[in-house]
């Protein structure tokens, strides 16, 4: 997978080369180019922003810029060849994500969808946020995601598009260590939480593991944490647990919280 974040602020991206996401890119699995949006900026402050049409508090940045630099990375082929090698109009297999927090709410069902995609484009926006044509012009050529990590505001969209692409990217084959981690995770299977977890000392501070963990008995373990995972999921989530025991099961899109 290739994935591209433009943004006013490259250096905020440093996390992508840590960890999982960092060895994912030595191995080749997951390529990620961070650039600089003021580069695609053509007058000699390098401006990214205006004041609002309509009047208004704070600035809304350009379409200019934002045009120029989308054109140039969803050309690229997903190999991570040179942009400079491809003609602006090529692109086709990229989908454009647009962090916003007034898009649909980003899930583990985005992360499954989108893990799918051979090239992934974030934009990440500052101040109040970017033109809304920009959204509207790569709607007609592309496929655009608006998503929303949660329903508060962030002062933009680069963390929003770390915790997208983490997301994403663990659930490529590769990228984690042992793909079974994620069978048993929270939300994975829809309407449930995973179960607390243990290791070892079996006693800390006067708490004590599970002694139905320590058995060895398979049946019972198995037993015992899927009680575990609906409790917890009653506890913090009833939302989710309504929606599972309701009297007729929900559509796989109504499980996966798209509807
Ligand atoms: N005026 C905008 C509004 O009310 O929705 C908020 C703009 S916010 C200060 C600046 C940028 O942060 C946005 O353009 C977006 O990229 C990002 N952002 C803010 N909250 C977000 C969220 N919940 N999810 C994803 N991105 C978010």
Sequence with gaps: MRIDVITIFPEYLAPARLSLLGKAGQAGIVQILVHDLRDWTSD???????????GGAGMVMKPGPWGQAIDSVVAAPADGSSLSEVATDQGGRATLVLPTASGKVFNQASAERLAQVEHLVFACGRYEGIDARVAEHY?????VEELSVGDYVLAGGESAALVMIEAITRLIPGVLGNADSLTEESHVRPGLLEY???????????????????SGHHGKI???????????????????INHTRSGTPPRPDQERGES
């Design 44 to 54: 000699k402050h390098r401006t990214v922003d205006g004041a609002p049409y309509g």
């Design 139 to 143: 709607r007609d050529r592309l496929p």
């Design 196 to 214: 607390p977890v243990y290791t070892k000392p079996p006693s800390w501070r006067g708490l004590e593991v599970p002694p139905v963990l320590l």
């Design 222 to 240: 198995a037993a015992w944490r899927r009680e575990q995972e609906i409790l917890r999921t009653e506890r913090m989530r009833p939302d989710l």
